[in-house]
C-alpha cells in the first residue's frame, strides 16, 4: 500500500497485521467540558485535531452509564474525573430488582452521547473513533455507590454503599438480573452507535479483573457471560478491552471476542508488553508519567515499547487516561515521537 490513511492503518493493526507504522493515540477528560453534548463534541475533535491522533477514544463524563438508571451526580464538584455521586439507584440490596433494560432511544444520557458522536463524526470524518463503555459488571458496582476500582476510595459523595459481597450473599438472582438488564441495554445502545459513525468500542471491564476485588470464579459468574452480550453486538467493529489497574490480568481475556488489549504495563503484579496476549497490544507508556510532564522518561518508555514490540502489530498510547494536569509540551513530545522514530 503506498500511501496509509488513518483507517487503513486502525483496520490492519487491530486485524492483527502489520501497517506502515505502528498507531499512536491518547485520550484524557476535560471536566469542564462534557456536560453536553456540543462541548464534548468541540472539544474531542479539537484535541485530536491539535495531537493529530491516529484514533480516537471518546472520553465521556466518567459517570454517564450510571446515570441511564438514575444515579444523579453534582457537576459542580470532582475529586480526580469523578462527578460528585448525590443518589444511589440501589441504597439496599433488594433495590437491584429494580434495574431493568432501557433503550438507547429513550434515554438521556445515551441520546446525549449518540448526539456528541454524530457531532465528532462530522468534525473528523477520516478518524477512527471508538466509544467507551463500561461492562455490566463496573456499572452495577457504580449503581450501589461502590468503587470499581479495587482499593481505591469511596465513592465521592456515598459514605456507605451496598457492598458486592452483600448483594451475591442477599440477592444473587437478583445480581444477574441486573447485569442482564444493563447488558441488553448497552448492546441497544451499540447499535445505534454503528449508525452514529462508530468504528467500533473501548470497553473498560475497570478493575473487576483483580483477585482483591472479584476472584476468578466470581468474575467468571457475574462478568464474563455479560461481557459476551456487549461484545458480540459490538462485532461491527473493533474491540478495544481495557483492564484497568495492578493485577488486571489481560491474559484473562485471550478468549474474548477482542480485537486490542490495553492494560497497565507498569503496574504492580502486571505483565509488561511481553506478555502472551492474542489481541493487539495497546499501551506501553505510563499515564502517571503525564501528570509531572517528564517528558524524558515518557520517550524512554514510548522507544523501549517501539522496541519491544517492532515487527509486531502496535498501538503506542499511555495505559490509562492521560491526568488533566497533562502540559501540551508533553502531548506533542509523545506524538511526535513515534512520527519521528518511524521516519528516521
Not at 475529586?79 to 429494580?98: E, I
Not at 481505591?152 to 456507605?160: A, C, D, L, V, Y
Amino acid at each position: 500500500m503506498s500511501e496509509w490513511t488513518k483507517k487503513d492503518r486502525f483496520d490492519a493493526i487491530l486485524t492483527g497485521e502489520l501497517a506502515d507504522r505502528p498507531m499512536v493515540s491518547g485520550w484524557r477528560h476535560f471536566i469542564d467540558k462534557e456536560q453536553t453534548a456540543d462541548d464534548l463534541a468541540e472539544t474531542t475533535v479539537a484535541f485530536t485535531k491539535k495531537f493529530d491522533w491516529d484514533w480516537v477514544k471518546i472520553n465521556p463524563r466518567a459517570a454517564y452509564l450510571a446515570e441511564i438508571w438514575g444515579n444523579t451526580y453534582d457537576f459542580q464538584e470532582y475529586r480526580s474525573v469523578f462527578p460528585k455521586q448525590t443518589s444511589t439507584v440501589v441504597p439496599a440490596a433488594s433495590r437491584v430488582w429494580d434495574i431493568q433494560e432501557k433503550k438507547a432511544a429513550h434515554s438521556a444520557p445515551l441520546a446525549e452521547q449518540l448526539q456528541a458522536v454524530k457531532q465528532i463524526r462530522e468534525g473528523l470524518p477520516n478518524t477512527p473513533l471508538i466509544q467507551t463503555i463500561f461492562s455490566p459488571l463496573s456499572i452495577l458496582l457504580f449503581l450501589t455507590g461502590q468503587s470499581a476500582y479495587f482499593n481505591s476510595e469511596t465513592i465521592f459523595g456515598i459514605e456507605k454503599p451496598v457492598q458486592i459481597e452483600t448483594l451475591i450473599t442477599e440477592q444473587r438472582a437478583g445480581v444477574h438480573h441486573a447485569l442482564h438488564a444493563i447488558a441488553l441495554t448497552l448492546a441497544d445502545y451499540i447499535t445505534e452507535l454503528r449508525s452514529a459513525g462508530t468504528d467500533g468500542i473501548f470497553y473498560a471491564v475497570t478493575g473487576t479483573a483483580h483477585p482483591g476485588l472479584f476472584d476468578e470464579a466470581t468474575f467468571n459468574e457475574f462478568s464474563r457471560p455479560y461481557d459476551s452480550i456487549v461484545l458480540d453486538a459490538a462485532r461491527y467493529g473493533k474491540r478495544v478491552l481495557h483492564t484497568c489497574g495492578p493485577y488486571s490480568h489481560p491474559e484473562r481475556f485471550n478468549d474474548y471476542e477482542i480485537e486490542g488489549i490495553s492494560w497497565d504495563t507498569k503496574a504492580m503484579g502486571n505483565h509488561d508488553l511481553d506478555a502472551s496476549l492474542k489481541a493487539t497490544k495497546i499501551g506501553g507508556v505510563d499515564h502517571t508519567l503525564f501528570a509531572t510532564n517528564e517528558i524524558s522518561r515518557i520517550q524512554e518508555q514510548a522507544e523501549s515499547a517501539l522496541r519491544v514490540m517492532a515487527d509486531k502489530p502496535f498501538c503506542l498510547a499511555p495505559n490509562c487516561s492521560i491526568p488533566v494536569n497533562v502540559t501540551d509540551e508533553a502531548l506533542l513530545q509523545f506524538k511526535n515521537f513515534i512520527v519521528e522514530k518511524e521516519t528516521m
